[in-house]
């Protein structure tokens, strides 16, 4: 017995602005993340995906790859600007058939596509009309939603509207450490808001045309624990829980916002329209969970010591809760200085089943990043990724064995890839790339993970 469904969706994911490359080709617009790497000090090295690793030419191959690990499902993002270049208007139809052709080659190769909608990299027009802080953004992303999904439908089962948006809301719009590098707080929190009033929209629009598809949001949720028992540190894990977790799980399975978080942000009179509710929590088909560490956190005065998500000083992201530490909990950390916590993975699989609607749950994100290159022989070895991997899929397994709707388990990421702020200097694929060349050698893990997916199970 393995401990996973017959049918488990074993996958492994990337994000279109981090792979695709061919950033002025077939029509393609800019989008933020574009302008974002051409602004000196953005990004480490001054890296760009422009080329990234070229995966829009190189799809085909990148599926036989994907085939021969014995891959049963691959979730991609459709990049905005491609399909919608000014982010509303005519559709660029050479942008769409590029989804089209990847979409029939992973149908051939029997492998099911999985597609998310928006991975933030939203059209530089949007962002010039004011982005996601205005309510408009929520509607064109539905708009291109609808576009795509009309184009795909007939062969995509299952749709990921947003992909983490706190990540977009704060990280691009609090502390600037992603595109587009604003420092705003009240308006990352109307942003927030919009990014999940886009889903609930885009959720109604594809709805109509194919109701019998499968329809959800990807959210980054994290274990939280305080660092101590003084009471400064239990309302700082209430307060970051809060931001990170409930403020988006809440509205989108509850149809509400947590009271305790709206009286945090009472400075920042941050009221959403009540209206709006009943458009975000769309019943759900799925929800994506993407999970990588835990936040250990403290409300006393003194220095941070963990890792942050931009090799650059920024502010914090934490709107309301900037007071808050983020501190070592004394575990194993990877090669972005996160740390190595498969127990929290359990603890938030079985939260979400215990505390919410029921809805069949997906890991749409799980990884690790490190730095290796291949040996002599060409070989690359990447211990520590298994070790990480394996820990987590027997979080998997143990959340499954409680009774947790557990139905995939996707692997960030397939490659090597463009690690945003971090520019190409971290690594989190089974697939290692040789960015010189684009030479694509299957690291260690990607063999270790072909072995999980053969046996259907550890």
Not at 99 to 104: A, G, S, T
């Amino acid at each position: 017995m393995s401990g996973f469904p017959d049918d488990f969706a074993w996958g492994a994911a990337t994000a279109a602005y981090q792979v695709e490359g061919a950033a002025a080709e077939d029509g393609r617009g800019s989008s933020v993340w574009d302008d974002f790497c051409r602004t000196p000090g953005n990004v480490l090295g001054g890296d760009t995906g422009d080329v990234a690793v070229d995966h829009y030419h190189r799809f085909r191959d990148d599926v036989e790859l994907m085939a021969g690990l014995g891959l049963k499902a691959y979730r991609f993002s459709v990049s905005w600007p491609r399909v919608l270049p000014e982010g509303a208007g005519a559709v660029n139809e050479r942008g769409l058939d590029f989804y089209r052709r990847l979409v029939d080659a992973l149908l051939e190769a029997g492998i099911e596509p999985w597609p998310t909608l928006y991975h933030w990299d939203l059209p530089s027009t949007l962002e010039k009309a004011g982005g996601w802080p205005e309510r408009d953004t929520a509607y064109r992303f539905a708009d291109y939603a609808a576009a795509v999904h009309r184009a795909l439908g007939d062969r995509v089962r299952h749709w990921t509207t947003v992909n983490e948006p706190w990540c977009a809301a704060f990280l691009g719009y609090a502390s600037g450490e992603h595109a587009p590098g604003r420092r705003e707080a009240g308006a990352s929190l109307h942003a927030a808001h919009h990014l999940m009033l886009g889903h609930g929209l885009a959720v109604e629009a594809m709805r109509a045309q194919r109701p019998d598809n499968r329809f959800g949001a990807a959210v980054n949720l994290y274990a939280v624990s305080p660092a101590g028992d003084d009471p400064a540190d239990v309302d700082a894990a209430r307060r970051i829980d809060g931001m990170q977790n409930r403020f988006f799980l809440d509205p989108l399975l509850l149809g509400r916002y947590p009271e305790d978080v709206l009286a945090d942000l009472e400075p920042y009179a941050f009221a959403p329209p009540d209206a709006d509710l009943a458009t975000l929590a769309q019943p759900l088909d799925q929800l994506g969970i993407n999970y990588y560490t835990r936040h250990t956190v403290s409300g006393r005065p003194g220095e941070a010591t963990q890792a942050v998500s931009s090799p650059f000083s920024a502010h914090s992201p934490w709107v309301g809760s900037e007071h808050v530490r983020f501190v070592s909990g004394g575990r194993p950390v990877t090669g972005m200085g996160w740390e190595v916590d498969a127990d929290g993975l359990v603890e938030v699989l079985t939260r979400v089943h215990r505390e919410y609607p029921a809805v069949p749950l997906y890991v749409t994100e799980n990884g690790a990043g490190y730095d290796e290159a291949p040996d002599g022989g060409g070989t690359v070895h990447d211990a520590g990724r298994v070790s990480y991997l394996e820990q987590h899929l027997r979080a998997c397994r143990e959340a499954v064995g409680r009774g947790v709707p557990l139905r995939g388990y996707f692997v960030w990421s397939l490659l090597d890839n463009f690690e945003w702020a971090w520019g190409y200097s971290k690594r989190f694929g089974l697939v290692h790339v040789d960015y010189a060349t684009q030479r694509r050698t299957p690291k260690d893990s990607a063999r270790w993970y072909a072995g999980v997916i053969g046996r259907g199970g550890l």
